[in-house]
């Protein structure tokens, strides 16, 4: 008898616990007839394969995977840009030695481009394209036709960011020199030193390029070693026209230059934003509350804001901050995992 | 499929009850009630670990208890989680001995070869170990024991994935010495098929690059000089595997890893007296691990520990019986992030007194540890136990403890990240279990809370966009434990067992740092709530079938619990037949399992395929080379 009653008590609790733990899923309903709005690029954790390309459309709460609706797939491990070249879509996926391409339009994959890490894709004229690369000393050339890999340019150095001025290309690397590669010829041509921990180069009006390096770091110590440095390099002549010496340095940070004022705001990768403009001495223009930090920064033109993005303990959805330029706050974005920049498809 | 699951658990215990009240005859042995052994914590629960037809540890702890095994692939990287804890938070104990590694915390469960364990058992008590430290959940407890057998084994495996192993011991004994060698070698291709899901044509693709070489020796002595007993072993494995990639990487460069393990155990025994014994242990471990990648610098790291430890144990008076115990580790270890070397050394005291009435129908335990470590004092650990006979059958456990983990040396010196300035985890935790035992049946019910405070964990700065040690945050675990053995025979022939085991566990973030918020109150990554094994075994003289189905819940890849890191639950079932051939003095054993036999698609990780059906033919020969001692 004693036993049966504790056969009931024991069931009764046994249900009890299998039912109470139930919990449902979440669902998204977010629906897009375009794919116009905002991509934002998340890395993804490494090693994860969780990258992906999220859309945002402004004014809305509406963020979904883009890729992944376009296309039914998952994109990858470490999604590390994606360029608007000849009305695809490049997105470079760097630890899957992949670039995906995709149509502007409908977002459906049009081709994969298989390569050895690559990082930046930038189209160089009408019909190529460079591809820089980790674990490599070579450019690669995509012929954007065929979509395939033509030939290569060795450069003595892993490529990081570049950028195209009268048909030179730029090219960022890990030492601390930027290589400069004739894009007629595809010869290496010159090279130019700037400074450790170059990250971004960006084309500047009147054929200049605006030089952002971050500086070097002590491993052990976590001390400053070498302070970061914006160059101003003359693309016809490959030589520093003016060269500053930033406050402090880091492993990583992030660029934008606005066009439409002159102005440049860049990051260490902590929460304060600096405003550079030429031959001024660059000035804190925002601080992110405590708690926030800025893995990449993207400039909207069109509407004049910076998003922000936010990696948090990069193993959860991260945060892109919108503001304007007058330093207000428009909208908080939960994106994908790792997210470190954005590209707009108005 | 989960509660559909855990309903077909809790139904089969009602079976079983039920099945109690058939009144047959009694082969198998029942469980005798015990008091918890004295160098074990009162209170807690000790779960022996049959290791069924696995071949290696993560199979055994995977198949026959409802822990959660983290593996990459059947071959690669394989942590024990217990309760909801991470895995350093789990010591793995070899005759005492923490094999948890200085440098990580982790002790990888597919190092170790079940053809060189006797004995196994989880245990869940906070003081597990004696020595050391960082058992804040609980212990793998792996045992040697000499047996006075003159034997041959011989051990042969086969499974798919051109898998293969071969075990070989022989053994002596004479009056005063007993003596073992045993060897053991493994290897697998591991390319099993999976659906390779980041491609349009989801083609059906072999994981690459997962190889596995092992090899191992171990060699044990024991003699016996009047009161005095001696036990020695040595043993040597090396390991090299191939790291296989997620699905969604293309890699290229040949990760590979060896491992290089040598240990070295001396126990000594001496009788004081029939209340009174003392032991002494000498253990030294050395051990390599060697990245390779064609892309990188190779990474090479290296640890070595030498232990010291005496135990005392007296029996103070009828009621009273005190143990107290002395251990000195030194720790030294070089890595790519610590080239110079580091060392520590690690003191610890510890004390017990276990009281028992003079009914002997309840005992009280109260043992306490203090530890000093590169001139500090580490938190006290005190540990209450209290056991109590309520009936002929049922019994009382409860238990609670302090405890704390040391930083290890990657957290304390990797250069970058590394802090010196971490403190200790620091666990509390409190567990009640119920049990109830007949001749035929052991049914136990436990509920347990665990805090931890200062977590370990690396997290990037602001300041620098570096990862570093950090003590981040306090989790708390709450769950219950299910577990029933059933041995029961019908008309003398026919034997039949019935394991089961269930665990629901709730393991959230209730601090965080302020850039982890997306953390509170959300359970700990790839911590599944629900887990539960159901195995049953029916043998009929020599022959024998047996069915082990395994089932993990829900878990989620992302700290925020995001629907899109969701891991679907999985269910597996495995079975096997075996025929057994005696003669009078050997024995022979032919097994063949079925592993997956349903063929289900399923990840431990996340985009980290695990092997559909698989099959497993194993020959066991054993002879008996002793012409006066027949089996």
């Known amino acids: ?346 | 499929m989960k509660g559909l699951y855990i309903i077909c658990l809790l139904f089969c215990q009602g079976l079983i009850l039920e099945a109690q009240n058939l009144n047959d005859t009694l082969l198998l042995k029942g469980y005798d009630f015990k008091w918890t052994k004295s160098n074990h914590p009162t209170g807690t629960l000790s779960i022996s670990l049959p290791f069924g037809e696995s071949q290696t540890l993560s199979d055994a702890i995977g198949s026959q208890t409802s822990l959660f095994v983290k593996q990459y692939s059947p071959s690669n990287l394989a942590t024990v989680s217990m309760r909801g804890m991470g895995a350093q938070h789990t010591s793995m104990l070899w005759n005492g001995i923490n094999l948890q590694s200085c440098m990580n915390g982790l002790k990888d469960l597919n190092l170790i070869p079940l053809f060189f364990i006797d004995e196994a058992s989880i245990e869940t008590g906070a003081n597990s170990s004696l020595m050391g430290h960082g058992t804040i959940a609980g212990t793998v407890q792996l045992k040697n024991q000499l047996e006075n057998e003159k034997r041959i084994k011989l051990d042969i495996n086969r499974a798919s994935f051109n898998n293969q192993s071969i075990g070989f011991s022989i053994s002596g004994v004479n009056k005063y010495f007993k003596h073992r060698t045993r060897i053991v070698y493994r290897s697998g291709e591991n390319d099993f098929e999976f659906v390779n899901y980041f491609k349009r044509e989801l083609p059906i693709e072999r994981i690459q690059n997962n190889q596995l070489k092992q090899m191992g020796l171990m060699q044990e002595f024991s003699w016996v000089i009047k009161k005095h007993s001696f036990y020695f072993n040595t043993w040597l494995m090396q390991t090299s595997r191939n790291l296989p990639s997620p699905t969604g990487v293309v890699n290229n460069s040949n990760e590979y890893q060896e491992d290089f393990n040598y240990k070295m155990y001396l126990q000594h025994q001496f009788k004081i007296s029939a209340k009174s014994k003392l032991s002494q242990k000498l253990c030294y471990i050395d051990e390599f691990l060697n990245y390779y990648n064609n892309a990188l610098l190779p990474s090479h790291s290296r640890s070595k520990s030498a232990i010291l430890e005496s135990e005392w144990n007296t029996q103070l008076n009828p009621n009273l019986e005190f143990t107290s115990n002395a251990n000195f580790t030194h720790q030294l270890a070089f890595s790519d992030g610590y080239r110079m070397g580091v060392t520590r050394n690690v003191f610890t005291l510890f004390q017990r007194l276990d009281w028992y009435n003079n009914s002997r129908r309840n005992k009280l335990s109260f043992s306490v540890r203090e530890l000093f470590y590169d001139n500090r004092i580490a938190p006290l650990s005190p540990e209450l136990g209290l056991e109590k006979k309520l009936s002929k059958k049922w019994m009382l456990k409860s238990n609670a403890a302090l405890s704390f983990r040391l930083p290890t040396f990657n957290d304390l010196y990797w250069q970058p990240g590394g802090n010196g300035d971490l403190k200790p985890e620091k666990g509390r935790k409190a567990e009640v279990t119920a049990l109830y035992n007949t001749r035929h049946w052991e049914f136990s019910v436990t509920a347990f809370k665990h805090v931890v405070e200062n977590w370990i964990m690396w997290l990037p700065t602001q300041s620098a966009a570096i990862w570093i040690a950090q003590n981040a945050k306090q989790v708390k675990s709450n769950g219950l434990e299910f577990n029933q053995t059933l041995h029961k025979a019908f008309f003398q022939k026919h034997h039949f067992r019935v394991i089961t085991r269930y665990q629901f566990v709730k393991t959230i973030n209730t601090e965080t740092y302020q850039n982890q918020l997306v953390q509170l109150g959300k359970q700990l990554i790839y911590t599944p709530n629900h887990t539960g094994v159901l195995n049953l075994d029916y043998r009929y003289k020599s022959f024998n079938v047996f069915a082990e189905s395994q089932y993990i819940g829900v878990r989620y890849s992302q700290s925020d619990q995001h629907i899109n890191s969701k891991l679907d639950d999985y269910l597996l079932f495995n079975s096997g037949v075996s025929i057994r051939l005696n003669t009078k003095r050997h024995q022979g054993t032919l097994v063949f399992a079925v592993k997956n036999i349903f063929n289900r698609t399923y990840q431990v990780m996340e985009n980290r395929p695990m092997p559909l059906r698989n099959y497993q033919l194993t020959l066991k020969i054993n002879i008996n080379y002793d012409s006066k001692n027949q089996r």
């Open chain 1, 1 to 346: 008898m004693t036993q049966k009653i504790n056969v009931k008590i024991f069931f009764f609790l046994s249900f009890l616990l299998a039912f109470s733990a139930c919990t449902k899923d979440e669902k998204i309903t977010v629906e897009a007839d375009n794919y116009k709005g905002v991509f934002i690029v998340n890395e993804g954790g490494f090693n994860k394969s969780n990258g992906s390309i999220g859309l945002y459309k402004p004014g809305t709460n509406d963020y979904f995977d883009a890729y992944k609706k376009a296309n039914n797939l998952p994109l990858g491990d470490v999604v590390q840009s994606m360029s608007l070249l000849n009305n695809n879509y490049y997105i470079v996926v760097n630890n899957s030695n992949k670039i995906e391409v995709v149509n502007q339009t409908s977002f459906k994959n049009t081709g994969t481009i298989n390569l050895t890490s690559p990082r930046y894709i930038f189209k160089v004229d009408a019909n190529k394209a460079y591809v820089s690369h980790l674990f490599s000393n070579e450019l690669s050339v995509v012929d954007l036709n065929s979509n395939t890999v033509v030939s290569k340019i060795n450069i003595n150095h892993w490529s990081e960011h570049m950028s195209v001025v009268n048909k030179k290309v730029f090219v960022g690397t890990n030492s601390n020199k930027v290589m400069v590669v004739d894009a007629v010829n595809q010869v290496l041509v010159d090279s130019i030193v700037i400074g450790k921990g170059i990250n971004k180069i960006l084309a500047l009006p009147n054929s200049k390029l605006l030089v952002f390096n971050t500086g070097d770091v002590d491993w052990n110590s976590g001390a400053v070693k070498e302070k970061g440095r914006l160059s101003v390099v003359l693309a016809d002549s490959n030589k520093i026209e003016n060269s500053i010496e930033l406050s402090s340095g880091s492993y990583g940070g992030s660029i934008i230059y606005n066009s439409k004022t002159g102005k440049v705001y860049y990051s260490f990768g902590d929460n304060k934003i600096y405003e550079y403009t030429e031959n001024a001495t660059p000035v804190l223009w925002l601080e992110l509350p405590s708690g926030q930090s800025i893995y990449g920064m993207s400039l909207d033109e069109t509407n004049q804001q910076i998003y922000i993005s936010d990696a948090g303990d990069f193993n959860a959805a991260g945060k892109v901050y919108v503001y304007d330029l007058s330093k207000k706050l428009i909208k908080t974005i939960t994106a994908g995992i790792v997210p470190n920049g954005a590209v707009f498809n108005y």
